[in-house]
């Protein structure tokens, strides 16, 4: 039982650079989430899908898209990337929207 | 609009003594609250969680108490213990809501 897992855990692009950041849950979760950790900043919720085939926007959703890919994986991918979206993105799931959150180990993406 | 804020972006305590984490809401619709800690390089975990229909919850060295007039919950932490050194983020949601609101975070700082 491994819980969420994220791919990669770090990565480095150059701006106006694609990447795909992939998430899996095996709990059996209905909700996925993903967020965004920057200092002072706590964690602001990019996107999230609250089932299978549903997304919604979070607070800062410009400049990302997400896939739900089926119930166990939920992806962000950045189109082109800017130097503000240096941060480290967490993957979360849970049963529902009010339940615990599961959190991934993170990936740290710098953009120069 | 920072609708749950950690005023308080660091806590430094003896270890033994009482830590207090404080978190303010201005979302009169937040009806569940919860609290999550995180460690270094790791996803944060969740903590211990309080409904509006409380205004207090236990669990072990953990107290959560919720000040629904004010606004305000706070994370007691007796006795303090080296291990409690990490960034914590209070979270809140609306009855109904897929997603939870989270605060910036406080670093606290256990010294022995």
């Known amino acids: 039982n491994a819980g969420v897992t994220q791919t990669p855990k770090f990565q480095v692009l150059k701006t106006g650079q694609s990447m795909t950041l992939q998430c899996a849950q095996d709990?059996?979760?209905?909700?996925m989430y993903w967020y965004r950790q920057d200092p002072g900043m706590g964690l602001r919720l990019i996107y999230y899908?609250?089932?299978?085939?549903?997304?919604d926007k979070g607070e800062v959703p410009n400049g990302y898209n997400v896939s739900r890919l089926n119930k166990r994986e939920f992806s962000l991918r950045l189109e082109s990337a800017a130097p503000s979206q240096t941060s480290v993105y967490f993957c979360?799931?849970?049963?529902?929207?009010?339940?615990?959150?599961?959190f991934g180990p993170g990936t740290r993406l710098t953009v120069l | 609009d920072q609708q749950v804020k950690q005023n308080s972006p660091s806590l430094s305590v003896q270890e033994g003594r009482i830590s207090i984490l404080n978190c303010d809401y201005t979302?009169?619709?937040?009806?569940?609250f919860l609290w999550y800690k995180k460690y270094p390089a790791e996803g944060p975990t969740f903590l211990i969680s309080?409904?509006?229909?409380?205004d207090k919850n236990e669990d072990g060295r953990f107290t959560v108490f919720l000040n629904k007039s004010a606004k305000h919950l706070s994370l007691h932490i007796v006795p303090s213990q080296p291990g409690d050194s990490a960034v914590y983020f209070c979270?809140?949601?609306?009855?109904?809501?897929?997603?939870?609101?989270f605060g910036q975070g406080t670093r606290l700082t256990i010294n022995p």
């Open positions: 979360a799931s849970s049963f529902g929207g009010r339940d615990t959150q599961y």
């Open positions: 709990m059996n979760h209905n909700s």
């Open positions: 899908s609250a089932s299978e085939g549903t997304t």
């Open positions: 979302n009169s619709m937040f009806d569940y």
């Open positions: 309080i409904s509006s229909i409380k």
């Open positions: 979270a809140a949601s609306v009855e109904g809501a897929q997603k939870l609101v």
